[in-house]
């Protein structure tokens, strides 16, 4: 049984991995048109959000959370795919990579928005909120993946037995 371990775990890994492809393919797209849509992506939402915020304060929550610090936390939510998928596709020793590739991209898509969109926003928050996303979404693929891994691969294939009574 313990000779059976070893492939398992090569095709569950094998199998997230072909996954994650398919994910980040439709997350890139989906990253693509959020980042060059030629108007902010919360023009629309704007007023629904200043009104909770608003709505927020007038009940306790502190006044620094305002629309940038929301915006802010919006960019970091947008990028944890991009360390979560990078470290699962590089691999845990390679997760910097991931990191890497995410300020790579944050740096070219504010660059794109800078010269080519003139009604968006190209600022270097975006970049520091994007990559520390990235870095973010890394850190947690980089514990899950070591609480998977740490699992004794025998208990891939066979049930663990109880302990005895007494």
Same mark, same amino acid.
């Given at each position: 049984?313990?000779? &059976?371990? %070893? !492939? +398992?775990? @090569?095709r569950r890994?094998? *199998? &997230? /991995?072909?996954? =994650?492809?398919? #994910?980040t393919a439709g997350y890139l797209l989906a990253l693509? #048109?959020?980042?060059?849509?030629p108007t902010p992506v919360d023009r629309g939402a704007a007023g629904s959000i *200043? /009104? *909770?915020?608003?709505? &927020?304060?007038a009940h306790g929550v502190p006044q620094w959370l305002d629309y940038p610090a929301v915006e802010f936390t919006a960019n970091i939510a947008l990028f944890l795919p991009v360390g979560l998928l990078g470290v699962v596709l590089l691999g845990s020793a390679r997760w910097w990579m991931a990191v890497l590739a995410g300020f790579a991209?944050?740096?070219l898509i504010e660059v794109g928005q800078l010269v080519f969109l003139p009604d968006r926003? =190209? *600022?270097?928050?975006? +970049?520091l909120a994007n990559t520390a996303g990235t870095a973010l979404g890394a850190l947690l693929a980089l514990a899950v993946l070591? +609480? $998977?891994? !740490? /699992?004794? %691969? /025998?208990?891939? $294939? @066979? %049930? +663990? !037995? %109880?302990?005895p009574a007494g």
């Open positions: 049984m313990d000779a &059976l371990a %070893p !492939a +398992v775990a @090569e890994h094998a *199998t &997230l /991995r072909r996954a =994650a492809r398919w #994910l693509t #048109l959020i980042a060059f849509w *200043t /009104r *909770t915020l608003a709505f &927020l304060h991209a944050s740096s926003f =190209a *600022t270097p928050l975006d +970049v070591a +609480v $998977v891994t !740490a /699992r004794s %691969p /025998r208990s891939l $294939v @066979e %049930p +663990v !037995a %109880p302990p």
